[in-house]
């Protein structure tokens, strides 16, 4: 099966739902958490970490930068980041979106500091499937 559409359509978020569908489920949840948590450590930068927050989350251009202390935020500090400290560096009054950022950042960290948190059972986590980073990309060169 080949999925084909415009980057951001959602090709990969149903690839990998379906596949988590299968009995190697769990593996797969494993593997996509240790892969996000490299690129995310490893190569993310202010830059990315504003691209998937405007972008992805907020909806809204600019939203990271409103945030007074993002500034120099690496993935790796993201990464290292607890749910109080999500909500005092994103979490502010005078933006619609930011009890919804830092709900959704803190699911993603979940995801990705507690395996146990988001085990495979008969409910397969989907949701979170729409808020994760995109870093599982496969392209055809």
Known sequence: VMFVGAGGSGKTTLKTALLLRGAAAPALLEQLRQSMIETIKVRWTEADLREWVDSDLAHEVGFFSSCPKTRGLSGKQW??????????????????????????????????????????????PYEVLLTIPHVWTEGVE
């Open 79 to 124: 990464l290292r980041m607890s749910a109080n400290d999500v909500s005092r560096v994103f979490g502010h009054a005078d933006t619609f979106m930011s009890e919804e950022v830092v709900s959704q950042m803190n699911a993603v960290l979940r995801f990705l500091k507690d395996p146990d948190d988001l085990a495979v059972h008969d409910e397969v």
